[in-house]
């Protein structure tokens, strides 16, 4: 409420913006949240936090396109970003370039060469491409490292799938479920 009053009486405040839009992404309220994220980035254009939020909105009301703008603007300013990077990636599989995703996690991967989520989602973006085999290598070895973790049984379990490896997908399937349980 307070933030709503800063806007009313300054509703040029980019700071005030930005803050309501985060507070909004936070409540679930995505498209509030990206109509006052986009009003921040008006009036300070280089702000790449506002940008990396926006983004984040954008990409929860299905607005893939938007999103991909919004986050490649953050990280013209801050390349190093690498939830940005995972983000991106994952929106470009939503709008069908595998090969921008692959190219956003492997740029996420040398930030970061360990994070797991920028492994996955490079095994995503060679299965969006029919590239099983390479979606598998670079699975397999996170099913030993992160065995806790349903994201990577997941994904195996697609990557088993789209190798005709039924088996071999129900049981990382089944793995995945009990995991999430």
């Given amino acids: 409420a307070a933030l709503e009053k800063v806007v009313e009486l300054d509703p040029k405040s980019p700071t005030a913006l930005r803050q309501l839009g985060e507070l909004e992404l936070q409540a679930g ?4 949240s990206a109509s006052y994220l986009k009003r921040s980035l008006q009036i300070r254009t280089d702000d790449s936090t506002a940008a990396y939020q926006l983004g984040r909105a954008l ?4 607005d893939f396109g938007g999103a991909r703008d919004a986050l490649e603007s953050s990280l ?3 390349p190093g970003q690498l939830p940005a990077r995972i983000l991106l990636g994952n929106v470009y599989i939503n709008l069908k370039d595998a ?3 692959q190219d956003q ?3 996420a991967l040398l930030v970061d060469a360990n994070s797991v989520d920028a492994q996955v989602g490079l095994s995503r973006a060679f299965l969006a491409e029919g590239n099983s085999a390479e979606a598998l290598r670079q699975l397999e070895p996170l099913t030993r490292t992160q065995a806790n973790n349903p994201d990577v049984f ?3 379990s697609q990557a088993y799938k789209a190798a005709g490896k039924n088996a071999e997908a129900e049981q990382a399937a089944n793995r995945a479920q009990a995991l999430r349980s």
């Fill in 29 to 32: 309220n995505y498209a509030k």
């Fill in 59 to 62: 990409e929860k009301t299905g």
């Fill in 76 to 78: 013209k300013v801050m």
């Fill in 99 to 101: 090969k921008a995703a």
């Fill in 105 to 107: 996690f492997e740029a």
């Fill in 154 to 156: 997941e994904a195996i």
